[in-house]
């Protein structure tokens, strides 16, 4: 029983030390790993050598392959050259598994030692994340050590030998324990290196180890399809193409396994080492003969894996890629491009307002209210990312980025609430009614409008380029739109002196529309703080004058 624990733990703590240096190497040089796949795409060469690069670095063609299914699911990559990648991936997790199988038990506890030191001496910077590599390095080579020791027991004992035994002969058999085993591990490198420590020790026949090679290969296939479950087709097409991958090779291999033993063992007779390069040569054949295949297995992923006919292109969030997350630069890229996307709705919504002023469209009121619902649902979906995202490992330049994110998507979605609200007056007040405003107040209203779409056009620009000029015209365009609105209001109650029906009728909800146009934008030169206050062009005490003063117009609770 402790035997088994001890196996148990050590593949535990392999998984977990994975998990450290993927999430290490990707915070560190996560922007350029996705930059050389994402220019990978033209040359399916280039993509077979990116795929080796990014795995061997990352240490996982799991990682690979969530990386290349979330460029496949946004269209950034098709799925060919994605799937070259993965053939790639494989082969660079062979030469991870090639690495660990020498003798390094004296690099973990040096590893970890200084790891430690690094990550918590310089935890914020790129030497703290270098440290937190170091540390999962050392836990993966003491994880391998944990699970050959524990192991070691069971290759003298007579009744595993007569159950490893009766095990053999059968590949198909052999095959599914493999996969079965590489899927409970959630790692195939375990896998291959204890199979290697197996058939050092005598206790399964080199033929049958091989086999157990081929399986936990075709088990990380397995692993890539469960990975990639939670994403859309596109994404779901490269693992399955990935698998079919590796079934082909293992269909291929399996008849030839004695074979390839032979040619092997005039390499290296050791039976350890022998199962190493056979894995390593397994995936540089399969890599060599499917690269020119990619082409047909994507077609058949394709029509394996269809569209969904009933999903909504165009509703839910897009670019929220949960692989990323790993990579805070690139997971606050991500919500920032989702969160310009709430921007562009808006645009949308206050454009199609003045044309429900100016006509009474009762359907175009409908359709505004109902782009409010696709407004609360992105600005749902972006806090929640980013929630997901730990701030203690952002440093200062990206905590200050996922602040100015959640601040920007706040004031979209109360600009989303506004326009709700003016559309709910309208439709009480003026479209039911069959009312119109004058022409001088219609006019007016127009006026404020398109300054206010240019307002937020400048703030959507501000939010993605954070240029402190513009951020200062920014904010001038609110005392500008305050100052109008006031000399707008008191032209309306001069015009009430005429006393002509249709002012007296339309009269409140004027001044609620220019009061509402008047918070509206106030919300968006809110985006010009952050980088004012950062860049040290505004003060503190103007900062909390303005927000006051933001918060009386707006009817709340004034800070302080």
Known sequence: ???????????????????????GVLRIAGGSLRGVLAESVSNRFHALLAGIGVTAMVQSSSATALLAASFAAQNLMPLAPALAIMLGADVGTSLVVQLFSFDLAWLAPLAIA??????????????????????????????????MQSARPLTGAAGVKVIFASLTGDPMLDLFIGAVLAIAAWSSLAVVLLTATFAASGLIALKVALVLVLGANLGSGVLGLLATAGTGPAGRRVALGNFLFKAIGCALAVPFVGTIEGALAQLDPDPQRLVVNFHTAFNLLLAGMLIGFT????????????EDPGRAVAAGPRYLDPAALDTPALATSNAAREALRIGDIIETMLAGLLTVIRTNDGRLAREIRRMDDDVDELYTAVKLYLTRLSREELDEKEGRRWADIISFTINMEQIGDIVEHVIDDLEQKKISQGRSFSEGGMKEIEELHGRLLATLRLGLSVFLNGDIRSAEMLLAQKVEFRTLERAYAETHLDRLAWHTPQLIETSSLYLDIINDFKRINSHICSIAYPILEEAGAIAPSRLRE????????????RPG
């Open 1 to 23: 029983m402790q035997t088994l624990l001890g196996i148990v733990a050590g593949i535990a703590l392999l998984v977990w030390g994975t998990h450290i240096v993927r999430s």
């Open 114 to 147: 200084v790891g430690v030191v690094l990550h918590l001496t310089r935890k914020a910077t790129r030497a703290g994340q270098a440290g937190r590599i170091a540390i999962g390095i050392g836990l993966i080579i003491l994880a391998l050590q944990m699970i």
């Open 295 to 306: 082409v047909p297995v994507a077609r058949l992923a394709t029509r394996l894996i269809p």
């Open 546 to 557: 303005d927000f006051a003063r933001d918060a009386g117009e707006r009817g709340e609770p």
